[in-house]
Nanobody
Framework: QEQLVESGGGLVQAGGSLRLSCAAS????????MGWFRQAPGKERAFVAAISWSGANTLYADSVKGRFAISRDNAKNTVYLQMNSLKPEDTALYYC??????????????????WGQGTQVTVSS
């Protein structure tokens, strides 16, 4: 199966922006629903956003709606998460994931079967 590699994390001040990328080093992402999740220290991993295989449908956690945007470029085998108006509470390790066996947009992490290693996002106040 494809190997997912996240990039684009870093340290940013509150109110700033970052764009995360998730690329497949092998295989293809174009057939799969893709999702972004995050895990803050001491907290459970939480859903952030999901996008259908075509990009026609997206879903967001309430906490990021209106600030984050998920997109994909199937020709480049890459999924993106544009994060604007970042807040200190957005600080977390961000993971991308692929759902091989489900369709549509999915928020349940247990429906995703392939995960990247994560990229750290730190937002300072």
């Amino acid at each position: 199966q494809e190997q997912l590699v996240e990039s684009g994390g870093g340290l940013v001040q509150a109110g700033g922006s970052l764009r995360l990328s998730c690329a497949a080093s092998e295989g293809t992402l174009s057939s799969y629903t893709m999702g972004w999740f995050r895990q803050a220290p001491g907290k459970e991993r939480a859903f952030v956003a999901a996008i259908s295989w075509s990009g026609a449908n997206t879903l967001y956690a309430d906490s990021v709606k209106g600030r984050f945007a998920i997109s994909r470029d199937n020709a480049k085998n890459t999924v993106y998460l544009q994060m604007n108006s970042l807040k200190p509470e957005d600080t977390a390790l961000y993971y991308c994931a692929a759902a091989h066996f489900m369709r549509g947009v999915i928020r349940n992490q247990y429906d995703y079967n392939n995960w990247g290693q994560g990229t750290q996002v730190t937002v300072s106040s």
